[in-house]
């Protein structure tokens, strides 16, 4: 709808071959905050799916917007008003169909008598230069545009050609595309078009306007072509800025500095092959409610085709307004995955904005999402910790941290589980950076390498940071990148550090104590969250932490197996003991 709080140009994408114009609708003495003939072209095109030009800005007693000369003084305003009327008529075309130009105006005169409907055609009089005949539809086809127009009970007429709503002069907005040499680039015989002027009774007030906006609908609607499902779409007309149009992109675009030399050497590859071998797959848009477009599934085509300056994309439309989130984030994946799989990232950033647009958790999330996605094991269904770790790795991303981890997991140099397993899990992102910059990518160490080389680390410090830092683990780190054996040499000399094994042999039976202690008093099932205790330090001379989960239906029982333990002091002796 025009805005309430300005005057303005408006515009609307359709959908089929009807591109109504309106070029006086400014509000002029009305009370209203839009006029009528505005509220009529809206709502005509709100229900016809049609393309829409509105002047709400411009007076008519100042600036004649039927005029073409007046018009073409003022460079604003044939960019805001022809321009656009241009653009609709060439993507109109451009999806092989021919189309049909209505400009809509009230009828100045209060005369009952006339017809509710007077139709001008560029009609005159053959052989008189004062009356010259420019008909801009054919006969037959303006007779059937009357008789629908009597069938949903108006009174028609044609104009008078001696009146001056015939819209037969070089000028006229009617002739627009009629006339060779007057306004370049606008030619076009193909285009039919007709003035349709209207009785004041018709758009008296909101209600009225919005009646006969029904009523035309229902006559214009034979007359109208639909666009195929796939079509002929101006890049122009696509918005790739705000949040919202961004809003089913899943693919790493951007966003983040790591990404640009992995996003900007793909679509160099892209642009090379659709300029060789032709868009293969088109683009998949919906149309906004402003009938402009943003993008469901192709970004990365998107830019390698604006890279390539193309002024038309092929590509499926669909509106906005006809499925739900979930169809849009099942079609998206559909197309997604047809053509090449989501990498880890893109898959933790499909999950996050799954769960967040339609309030799913994670196994709700795994159950819908998680086969189609190709993830989890073969044969298996997917598990929500699976869900987890693909989020975790992309809201990771999302921060900005550990950019170079991410660049590697997107460029196949990282592998995901390790990425989502062993390093996401640390919650300090200088730990993980460093842990992963400084030994694990000069080391390339195996699973079970990297996850012993974590555990000695820990036992020298308990963040990675400065347990590396630490001048005999440097000189380990440089012994190491000389050594065939990288990953195992580090493992060695970390081992043999003054302290670390004994640090390590302490950790090891402190542990293995809490886990019999664990199983004896809370059972064999019972893991870390039901119950643990960890030392305060290395040496748990700050005391010890316990934690116990509570359950509503084993509270008591919980409860007497916590005054069995506290009540035996031999063994919390035998843990401080061991931290000794």
């Not at 008909?135 to 050609?161: C, H, M, N, W, Y």
């Not at 499902?229 to 705000?242: E, W």
């Not at 390093?423 to 080391?443: F, G, M, Q, T």
């Amino acid at each position: 709808m025009l805005q309430t709080n300005e005057r303005t140009i408006d515009t609307l994408l359709g959908k089929n071959n009807i591109l109504v114009i309106i070029p006086h609708a400014h509000r002029e003495q009305l009370k209203e905050d839009v006029s009528p003939m505005a509220i009529l072209g809206r709502s005509l095109a709100a229900h016809l799916g049609c393309y829409m030009v509105i002047n709400g800005k411009y007076k008519q007693s100042i600036l004649d917007m039927a005029d073409v000369r007046a018009i073409r003084k003022r460079k604003k305003v044939t960019n805001d008003f022809l321009t656009r009327i241009k653009q609709f008529k060439e993507e109109i075309s451009e999806n092989t169909l021919l189309p049909l130009v209505l400009i809509l105006q009230q009828r100045t005169d209060s005369a009952q008598q006339q017809a509710d409907l007077l139709f001008g055609y560029g009609q005159g009089e053959r052989g008189r230069e004062d009356r010259p005949h420019r008909p801009t539809i054919s006969p037959t086809l303006l007779s059937k545009i009357r008789v629908a127009a009597e069938d949903q009970g108006f009174s028609t007429e044609i104009a008078a050609t001696a009146s001056a709503i015939c819209g037969r002069e070089s000028y006229h907005l009617n002739q627009l595309f009629r006339q060779k040499n007057y306004v370049d680039g606008f030619y076009d015989p193909s285009v039919r078009s007709i003035i349709l002027t209207i009785a004041p009774h018709l758009v008296n007030d909101r209600q009225k306007a919005e009646e006969t906006a029904q009523r035309l609908t229902n006559v214009l609607l034979e007359f109208s072509a639909p666009m195929s499902l796939v079509r002929r779409i101006a890049m122009s007309t696509i918005d790739t800025v705000s949040s919202q149009d961004m809003r089913y992109i899943f693919r790493v675009h951007g966003d983040n500095p790591y990404n640009d030399m992995v996003r900007q050497t793909y679509i160099d590859e892209l642009s090379r092959s659709i300029k060789r071998n032709g868009l293969l797959h088109p683009l998949v848009l919906l149309q906004k409610k402003d009938g402009r477009y943003k993008i469901l599934c192709g970004f990365r085509r998107y830019q390698a085709i604006r890279r390539l300056g193309w002024k038309w994309v092929e590509a499926k439309a669909f509106n906005e307004e006809d499925f739900t989130t979930e169809d849009f984030f099942n079609i998206s994946l559909a197309e997604n995955t047809k053509r090449r799989n989501l990498n880890p990232i893109e898959i933790g950033n499909f999950l996050e904005s799954a769960s967040r647009d339609m309030g799913l958790n994670n196994t709700r999330l795994a159950e819908q999402f998680g086969e189609t996605l190709g993830i989890g094991k073969p044969g298996k269904k997917v598990s929500q910790s699976t869900i987890h770790k693909y989020r975790k790795l992309n809201q990771i991303r999302e921060r900005g941290e550990s950019a170079q981890m991410i660049s590697d997991v997107l460029n196949d140099k990282l592998q995901f589980t390790v990425a989502a397993e062993v390093l996401a899990p640390i919650k300090n992102p200088a730990d993980r950076d460093i842990l992963y910059l400084e030994v694990i990518k000069p080391l390339a160490p195996t699973r079970p390498q990297l996850l012993q080389i974590i555990k000695l680390l820990a036992a020298i410090h308990p963040h990675p940071a400065q347990a590396i830092a630490k001048a005999s683990v440097k000189r380990a780190l440089e012994k190491a990148c000389k050594a065939k054996q990288k990953a195992g040499t580090f493992n060695r000399l970390l081992q043999g550090q003054k302290g670390t094994q004994g640090q390590v042999q302490k950790k090891k039976a402190f542990n293995t104590r809490i886990d019999t202690l664990r199983k004896g008093v809370f059972g064999e099932q019972a893991n870390r969250q039901d119950f643990n205790i960890t030392p305060n330090g290395k040496t748990g001379k700050g005391g010890i932490t316990m934690s116990v989960r509570l359950k509503e239906q084993n509270i008591e029982q919980v409860i007497e197996n916590l005054k069995s333990l506290l009540n035996d002091r031999k063994q919390f002796d035998e843990l401080f003991n061991i931290l000794k």
